[in-house]
Nanobody, 115 residues
């Protein structure tokens, strides 16, 4: 089992920045990919960015050039630096991890970008 706990959400004005962090804990886990998804109001959950255990990132088109994902395998953490935020980035952001072929999700953290 893997538990994921996010932090760093909040309210920010358009053009501002936020940094989300997620720490994984549990017993005998072997995390492969980690990443961030988001669910805007009234919409489906969507990928924002993910990163392999080797450090290779993948970004959604909406995030590329503005967001940066990183991870620390020794600390079992993944972070998302979000710059140049837009009102359309408003969503609940979820940390995601794959371990031993199973998907794990955090509880989510709200990001609100005001215009």
């Amino acid at each position: 089992q893997v538990q994921l706990v996010e932090s760093g959400g909040g309210l920010v004005q358009a053009g501002g920045s936020l940094r989300l962090s997620c720490v994984a804990s549990g017993n005998d886990f072997d995390i492969n990919a980690m990443g961030w998804y988001r669910q805007p109001p009234g919409k489906q959950r969507e990928l924002v960015a993910r990163i392999t255990s080797g450090g290779t990132p993948t970004y959604a088109d909406s995030a590329r050039g503005r967001f940066s994902i990183s991870r620390d395998n020794a600390k079992n953490t993944v972070s998302l630096q979000m710059n140049s935020l837009r009102p359309e980035d408003t969503a609940v952001y979820y940390c995601h991890a794959i371990s031993s072929g199973r998907n794990y999700w955090g509880q989510g953290t709200q990001v609100t970008v005001s215009s």
